[in-house]
Every structure is written in structure tokens, then in C-alpha cells.
């Protein structure tokens, strides 16, 4: 599936999404992300889908956020959920920004991407990064592509394994601080990072 076909299915699933997105999922990690950032910082969100319950939960512990995301149907649904967010319409393989911010999240959102993008993403999210800022990734961490069903719609999903992540994380300037798998039933891992302060 190419990047329009995805943005095409996530559209088409929003009202479902809504009703099936666990309110909880995530929010332990978010939090651990959220205690890493200064006070009011700002978070850039990739793959914000409906902006709940990360995206909200986030803007309510007092930071500034700006969430991307491929679908505009998933936009528009964040932009009515979490109003004094900003949010966009955009692909973060050709995504950029003259601002600097204090964290990333990519929960569940990279894994979207082909498997030779998974580095070229995480270099423009490293470079989006404020030196000695965090980011909070999540991925299958196993090596491969799928193709599976949700909410009716197919769709495409592929992951490096965990030591490839690891290693192009560092290649492309970040400290891993911690990797948790958090779904043993479905290999998902969560990594907190953090971008390199070099001299």
C-alpha cells in the first residue's frame, strides 16, 4: 500500500476508530515521556490519528503540541477533539519544520511505513529534535512486512527488529534510554530516546 491508500483507509475507519481506541492505551509511556520535557514545552505528535487519548492527555498535563498526521479525515477529528493543538495534513517522510521541539511521539504510526523508510523517518524526527530532547517510539520489533485487517479496512504494517531499530536510532544521533515490550502477545516495543547533545 503507498501512502495515499493508507491515509484513503484511515479516513474511511475515523467514526469506528473512535469507538473502538482503547481511552488508556499508551498513557503509562506518554507520562514517562511528558516527565522527561520541560514545563510547557512543546511535542510533536506523528501520526496523531484522532488526537485522542494521547494527544488530549498530553495538551492537558500543560505542553504545547503539533500533531501530523496522513489522513485528513484524522485531522479533522483532532482538530475538534484537542481545539488549542495545532495540527496538519502531511507525510513525515517529506515533513519539515523550522521548529525545534522538546519531544516526539510516533506511537503506532511508524510501523506504517516500508522498511527502507524506517531510517530516513527517524533522521527528520532527529533533526526536529532539540538537542538533549526526548522522543517516545513504538514499533512491532520484528522484521518483516504484513498485511492485516482493522475496523474492516486493510492495511499495511512493517518493523525492523529490535537491535536493527537500535542500531539506526544510534546511527542517526539518538541515545536509547530505556526499550519495554509492552505487548508480548503482539512483539510491540516501546522505546524512550533521546537526541545526542554533541560537542
Not at 520541560?38 to 488530549?56: E, I, K, N, S, Y
Not at 519544520?97 to 511521539?105: F, R
Not at 516500508?114 to 512491532?140: E, I, M, N, W
Request: contains cysteine; hydrophobic residues 40%; negative net charge.
Amino acid at each position: 500500500m503507498n501512502t495515499q491508500e493508507i491515509a484513503d483507509a484511515y479516513d474511511a475507519v475515523v467514526e469506528a476508530y473512535l469507538e473502538a481506541r482503547s481511552p488508556v492505551l499508551g498513557l503509562p509511556y506518554v507520562d514517562k515521556l511528558c516527565e522527561q520535557l520541560p514545563d510547557g514545552g512543546l511535542v510533536l505528535d506523528v501520526g496523531c490519528g484522532t488526537g485522542v487519548p494521547l494527544a488530549r492527555h498530553i495538551v492537558g498535563r500543560g505542553f504545547g503540541l503539533h500533531g501530523i498526521d496522513i489522513s485528513p479525515r484524522m485531522i479533522e477529528a483532532a482538530s475538534q477533539r484537542v481545539p488549542t493543538a495545532s495540527f496538519e495534513i502531511a507525510d513525515i517522510l517529506s515533513w519539515s519544520s523550522d521548529q525545534t521541539y522538546d519531544g516526539i511521539l510516533a506511537w503506532d504510526s511508524l510501523f506504517h511505513l516500508k522498511p527502507q523508510d524506517h531510517a530516513t523517518a527517524l533522521k527528520v524526527l532527529h533533526d526536529a529534535l532539540r538537542p538533549g530532547g526526548f522522543a517516545l517510539f513504538s514499533f512491532g520489533g520484528k522484521s518483516g512486512e504484513i498485511r492485516s485487517s482493522m475496523l474492516g479496512r486493510e492495511f499495511y504494517y512493517s518493523s525492523l527488529s529490535t537491535q536493527e531499530y537500535t542500531d539506526v536510532l544510534h546511527d542517526v544521533g539518538f541515545d536509547v534510554i530505556s526499550l519495554d515490550r509492552n505487548q508480548p502477545v503482539e512483539d510491540h516495543i516501546v522505546i524512550l530516546a533521546q537526541r545526542e547533545i554533541r560537542t
